[in-house]
């Protein structure tokens, strides 16, 4: 095989310009800290940086679903404790009202005050969280409970519904926001499943001066309201705890994909350097080699 200097000529220039790619790519890798910059440097690489970088947008959303469930159980429980207390407060007043010693006075001045007891349950139900009503089902923006003008009963208006969060991929969990779940009994006697109807019999009870319903059933039914309204307040706690432990997995899992992320797609940096070293050494040594290749031209001879 014939080799001319136009052969060399080509060879060298291939080889001086696959030199300068090779050193391109590493000045790339440097200034960027990336270890690729566009799919066609390692399509494999590529597909699973974008992979591991979805699936950490992903784990940073369910933290946020969390981060919000959490604080809106938080805020619920509160608002429990203090129906829990409000309730407790009726029964203290239904006893005292039972006493058959008690002038009418007395008693119309209990009576104001579980009117005043079920304004309080009101606007403990209607507590809001970041702008929500929770515990008004999934109708969240208006405001669950009234006291009816006309009745003066506690009523309420929203859906039945709970609201769920999605906490991980596939997995969802339901937040108890049913209002009714906190107002409605069962068990109590006829008329009274409902905490507003039962105030309402409490308080026409302390008008009439009825002694043996207050002492009676009226005690019993709230007896049974406090209890459902502490195993609705258990439910919240245990969502709660679930939220928790899944906020430390979340942050775990979070900071896994995080280092694999940052080892698929961030250079080492020494590691790197050395390379782009040793291409910078090769590259001036094939400028050098270039010289020696080309070989002189006619005018170098006439002088």
């Not at 039972?98 to 579980?114: C, I």
């Not at 109708?139 to 519904?161: A, M, R, W």
């Not at 009714?180 to 009870?205: H, K, M």
Request: proline share 2%; net charge negative; no cysteine.
């Amino acid at each position: 095989m014939r080799i001319t200097n136009n052969t060399l000529t080509g060879n060298y220039l291939r080889n001086l310009n696959r030199n300068l790619k090779a050193m391109q790519k590493y000045q790339n890798q440097l200034s960027s800290g990336k270890e690729v910059s566009r799919p066609s440097d390692n399509p494999m690489l590529v597909a699973r940086i974008m992979q591991l970088d979805s699936n950490v947008r992903m784990n940073e959303q369910y933290e946020k679903n969390i981060g919000d469930a959490l604080g809106w159980t938080d805020t619920a429980d509160g608002a429990l404790n203090v129906v829990t207390s409000t309730l407790q407060r009726a029964r203290e007043l239904i006893i005292y009202g039972a006493n058959g010693t008690l002038s009418d006075t007395d008693r119309s001045a209990l009576k104001d005050e579980v009117d005043t007891l079920q304004g309080q349950l009101m606007q403990v139900l209607n507590t809001n969280y970041d702008g929500r009503y929770i515990f008004g089902g999934q109708k969240t923006t208006e405001p669950p409970f009234q006291i009816d003008e006309v009745s003066g009963k506690l009523t309420y208006s929203g859906d039945n519904s709970n609201i769920e969060r999605e906490i991980s991929k596939g997995v969802n969990i339901a937040i108890p926001t049913d209002g009714s779940g906190i107002t409605v009994t069962e068990g109590t006697s006829l008329g009274n499943e409902d905490i507003g109807s039962l105030f309402r019999s409490i308080s026409e009870a302390l008008d009439s001066g009825n002694t043996e319903d207050l002492s009676g059933k009226l005690l019993g039914d709230i007896d049974k309201h406090l209890d459902n309204t502490i195993r609705f307040r258990s439910k919240m706690g245990a969502v709660y705890n679930r939220l928790e432990s899944a906020k430390e997995r979340n942050a775990a899992e979070n900071l896994s994909m995080t280092e694999l992320l940052s080892k698929s797609e961030d250079i080492d940096l020494a590691e790197k350097m050395m390379e782009f070293s040793t291409m910078r050494t090769v590259y001036q040594a094939s400028l050098q080699t270039g010289a020696q290749i080309l070989q002189p031209s006619l005018l170098d001879y006439i002088r």
